[in-house]
């Protein structure tokens, strides 16, 4: 019986902070949908993605030491280059054209490596999800560095969460919700469809502020009633941007002034390590009071507790739908369409039989 794929493999997956590769001394070991790859920053071709096993006796090559724009496997020596190609071989002068790894398409933006596991012919830099606040710090300020946390949860439930905005209401009432009226007296607006997945607006007319909001205005306007506006989208394979607006009540969206405004803007990019367990990268502007490091905090805090409440662990587990499920169930079905498509035109080889086998 063939086998199918489990992940997408024609499309962008964030793969790293760009600080993340930094830190770890220009090398990062990380597994994306079950495959392992090193990460590494080249002299002058920009970031590099190899398997992370070397051809040789299989040494992980994060293990190695950056040269140049190549990566030397410090178990026997070989060099690879950015192609993955063996280019020397200690006390060997020929190098058979099979000494290799396979390399991935690497791109960086926003202050993310983003990776493409699939036929490097259709990777196209356009189509990845340039997140523009992430690049514009004169105008909005986020953490110091994005930030990164581990899921032991499969990335599908993530992004099934984060798609299901009636959940806050009664979920986060402490703190991003606010009230459960959010769930009685809100209904997704415009929610538009597309291939790659979803995009939705919710108005919460005249209420009190949330109290994550709360926190970072001034006290005396804790009692004065607000509109609010989170306008959210959700792109294949796990790419989440929201912008959510702030205005006094009775602000008319028309006029288009902002000025009496507070606004955010908020990215988190759901990447599979394995079916089981998740890369997750995010960051949370502003645009008030940008120089005040304790409003940055108090979104991280907020957030951070809240989201550790949610996740589901099992990766078996298959959700039940009511109509506020609509986003995600649309989200679920391209998903699953564009992965039945991969497996239909680009079906996966046999698995062969090892001849080398001498037992
Ligand atoms: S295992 Fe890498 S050179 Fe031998």
Redesign the pocket.
Known sequence: MSQERYFLENTWYAAAWEWEVEKADNKLARTICDIPLVFYKSETEGYVALDNR?C????PLSLGRVEGNCLR?M????LFNPEGKVVNIPGQDHIASTMAVRSYRVSAKGGLIWIWMGDPALADENDIHDFAPLSQPDEWRGFDRGDYLHYDANWLLIVDNLSDFSHVAFVHANTLGGSEAYAYDTNIENLEKVDNGFRAVRWHHDSLPPPFHKKVIPEAEHDTPIDRCNSMAMYIPGVFLMETLFAPAGWSEKDNDRSQCREYRNCQFMTPETRNTTHFFWDYLHNRDRDNPAITQSLKESFIEEQQKLLVKSPDFVPRSFSADEAFTHFRMRWKAKLSEENNNNPLPEPKENKRRIL
Request: glycine share 10%; charged share 10%.
């Open positions: 070397c040789h006796r299989a040494a496997c178990y026997h020596g070989m």
